[in-house]
Antibody, heavy 117, light 112 residues
Framework: EVQLVQSGGGLVQPGDSLRLSCVVS????????MTWVRQAPGKGLEWVAL????????FYVDSVKGRFIISRDNSKNSLYLQLNSLGAEDTATYYC??????????WGQGVLVTVSS | DIVMTQTPLSSPVTLGQPASISCRSS???????????LSWLQQRPGQPPRLLIY???NRFSGVPDRFSGSGAGTDFTLKISRVEAEDVGVYYC?????????FGQGTKVEIK
């Protein structure tokens, strides 16, 4: 069974940083494209970032470019999202998800990031 | 960016009756290789999204066959042949043909 277990959310102040983690089991992590998607409270889904299996390709939505960094450690079956210079607009539940033919077929449980003073 | 527009935004349905959700993209989702990366996801209250359909019409493993996807180019449809109580939730279309990947606004399916 494929499982994605997330950690790292919390309450931070504007301008702070946070790192989210996603540990994947039940599949060959090192061969999978992985993504981060977020959902502001009561709102819809927003794609945030995408990373290739070897980590060599990274893509971001414009609103987080230069502030967020996606990374992975294939030896630990782990995906990360470093969130820097956080603002109120980044308040959301963040999900990691696995890609299959560009459909997101497995999702983490989500972690809430709240940015507030 | 490709804008995905879903209609309706809310769909009250009688149990056992069909439901249909439309998703229109602001430009064609066919890529240079002829592939169309349009998927449908379901999000039940308090849960992460769940993949139902990928590449327009492919039902994901474990998804009941009352769910079906169709369409081409810029117009796509998700159909539920007979709505059951467990189908309550918000449904999203998502395009992954062009980055940034984008979602529709979501359609809330509820029981009348």
């Amino acid at each position: 069974e494929v499982q994605l277990v997330q950690s790292g959310g919390g309450l931070v102040q504007p301008g702070d940083s946070l790192r989210l983690s996603c540990v994947v089991s039940g599949l060959t992590f090192s061969s999978r494209w992985m993504t981060w998607v977020r959902q502001a409270p009561g709102k819809g889904l927003e794609w945030v970032a995408l990373m290739s299996p070897d980590g060599g390709q990274k893509f971001y939505v414009d609103s987080v470019k230069g502030r967020f960094i996606i990374s992975r450690d294939n030896s630990k079956n782990s995906l990360y999202l470093q969130l820097n210079s956080l603002g109120a607009e980044d308040t959301a539940t963040y999900y990691c998800a696995k890609d299959v033919e560009r459909g997101l077929d497995s999702w983490g449980q989500g972690v809430l990031v709240t940015v507030s003073s | 960016d490709i804008v995905m527009t879903q209609t309706p935004l809310s769909s009250p349905v009688t149990l056992g009756q069909p439901a249909s959700i439309s998703c229109r993209s602001s430009q064609s989702l066919v890529d240079s290789d002829g592939n169309t990366f349009l998927s449908w996801l379901q999000q039940r209250p308090g849960q992460p999204p769940r993949l139902l359909i990928y590449r327009v019409s492919n039902r994901f493993s474990g998804v009941p066959d009352r769910f079906s996807g169709s369409g081409a180019g810029t117009d796509f449809t998700l159909k539920i042949s007979r709505v059951e109580a467990e189908d309550v939730g918000v449904y999203y279309c998502m395009q992954a043909t062009q980055r940034p990947w984008t979602f529709g606004q979501g359609t809330k399916v509820e029981i009348k």
